[in-house]
T-cell receptor, first 112, second 110 residues
Framework: DTAVSQTPKYLVTQMGNDKSIKCEQN?????MYWYKQDSKKFLKIMFS???????INETVPNRFSPKSPDKAHLNLHINSLELGDSAVYFC???????????FGPGTRLTVL | DAKTTQPNSMESNEEEPVHLPCNHS???????IHWYRQLPSQGPEYVIH???SNVNNRMASLAIAEDRKSSTLILHRATLRDAAVYYC???????????FGKGTKLTVNP
């Protein structure tokens, strides 16, 4: 069973569109994250939620809106997509206070 | 966030030990040293972490300098599957953030 799963794996879309990426974890963790890895391979945290509450928001444009319907899910909605949003987006989860974050396989977003 | 410095790339031969260095001269007393790796086309994967003492697990060993300003990740017998980018990360106690640097790209030759 996949611990942290993301859908879709690949997403190709036009500039200006709105798209969502879904993340689910079956590890029973209470904290979930979104990271962005750009074309230069830099991996940077975007958001973190603990028990459905936002705890980290790293100066991400308002076009990005995370939503956590429950502890096991953290979705990322992106409005008005721009070319610079093209990247691989990774979801991760952990138990708050624990040492290890578990990452999903990534969603490669390409904005044309 | 405290910074780490790692070589951009390293090469090793299969079944030989690999020592991946990391400098973190500005480490604070509450910073844990974490190592993650990212295999090609996959998400990062936890490897090991420590505070002051050397640590061993099934994947690797972590050797921490006495002054904590540097550390070394040791893969005892590299396999082709260990080819990845290895990230050394300082994580403050109680912080949920992982701040990734550029990492070291490890190539393992057969």
């Amino acid at each position: 069973d996949t611990a942290v799963s993301q859908t879709p794996k690949y997403l190709v879309t036009q500039m200006g569109n709105d798209k969502s990426i879904k993340c689910e974890q079956n590890l029973g963790h209470d904290t979930m994250y979104w990271y962005k890895q750009d074309s230069k391979k830099f991996l940077k945290i975007m958001f973190s939620y603990n028990n459905k509450e936002l705890i980290i928001n790293e100066t991400v444009p308002n076009r990005f809106s995370p939503k956590s319907p429950d502890k096991a899910h953290l979705n990322l909605h992106i409005n008005s997509l721009e070319l610079g949003d093209s990247a691989v987006y990774f979801c991760a989860s952990s138990q708050r206070g624990a040492d290890t974050q578990y990452f999903g396989p990534g969603t490669r977003l390409t904005v044309l | 966030d405290a910074k780490t410095t790692q070589p951009n790339s390293m090469e090793s031969n299969e079944e030989e030990p690999v020592h991946l260095p990391c400098n973190h001269s500005t480490i604070s007393g509450t910073d844990y040293i974490h190592w993650y790796r990212q295999l090609p086309s996959q998400g990062p994967e936890y490897v090991i972490h420590g505070l002051t003492s050397n640590v061993n697990n099934r994947m690797a060993s972590l050797a921490i300098a006495e002054d904590r300003k540097s550390s070394t990740l040791i893969l005892h017998r590299a396999t082709l599957r260990d080819a990845a980018v290895y990230y050394c990360i300082l994580r403050s106690g109680g912080s949920e953030k992982l701040v990734f640097g550029k990492g070291t790209k490890l190539t393992v030759n057969p």
